[in-house]
């Protein structure tokens, strides 16, 4: 697995774009939904301070896929086409890769187990944790969030994972945990500190 980073030429984006985007990318590449590994990361932007649900995008705002190194050549298709989000035009433009470093905290945006409760989630990370993934590492779990679906809402929390072995690390950005990547849920990035996300959720 390997990160791909997309350049994006466009003004604004709507803020709730993780069913939008995959939808948008799907209509490009049908086959993206045939292989569950594939991730599409949340669109990142500046609020616009109008009151409003969209948001500014600039040049650090990137376009992340995560997906099988076999799949980058295919992936190059991409490169030129319009995205519709919503009636917000976004342009793919050109990519590079980034391979994924060993860092021993990582964080995922928004994690999918199936389970809405912060207890029953909770047991769900250890289970994937102490089961498949057979490591012993701390853990924060942020505050309940809601994410749009084709199917309806799904209920989810942002995952810390620290004092992660470097071999371990890298097992968990290449599979990732839960479901739904195609919306952005349970992919991994590497974190420098807990600091701030301890005090997020203080």
């Not at 190059?76 to 342009?91: E, I, R």
């Not at 060993?102 to 912060?118: K, L, R, W």
């Not at 942020?142 to 072995?165: C, N, W």
């Amino acid at each position: 697995m390997i990160d791909l980073q997309f350049d994006l030429v466009g003004a604004t984006i709507p803020s709730d774009n993780a069913l939008l985007l995959s939808e948008a990318l799907l209509t490009q590449l049908p086959w993206l939904g045939d292989d569950d590994r594939i991730g599409i990361q949340h669109l990142k932007g500046a609020e616009t301070n109008t009151g409003d649900t969209s948001l500014h995008i600039n040049r650090r705002t990137k376009l992340f896929l995560r997906a099988p190194k076999s799949r980058v050549d295919d992936l190059q298709q991409l490169v030129g086409k319009t995205l519709d989000l919503a009636g917000h035009d976004l342009q793919i433009g050109n990519f590079k890769t980034r391979a994924f470093s060993p860092f021993g905290n990582i964080y995922a945006h928004f994690v999918d187990t199936g389970s809405a409760s912060e207890e029953q989630f909770v047991q769900d990370v250890m289970r994937e944790l102490d089961g498949h993934f057979q490591i012993r590492c701390g853990f924060i779990c942020g505050k309940r969030q809601t994410l749009k679906s084709a199917s309806g809402p799904l209920f989810g929390y942002s995952l810390m994972l620290h004092d992660v072995p470097p071999h371990k690390s890298l097992q968990l950005q290449d599979e990732g945990m839960g479901r739904n990547r195609l919306l952005g849920c349970g992919i991994f990035i590497p974190h420098k500190s807990i600091a701030a996300v301890v005090q997020a959720n203080i």
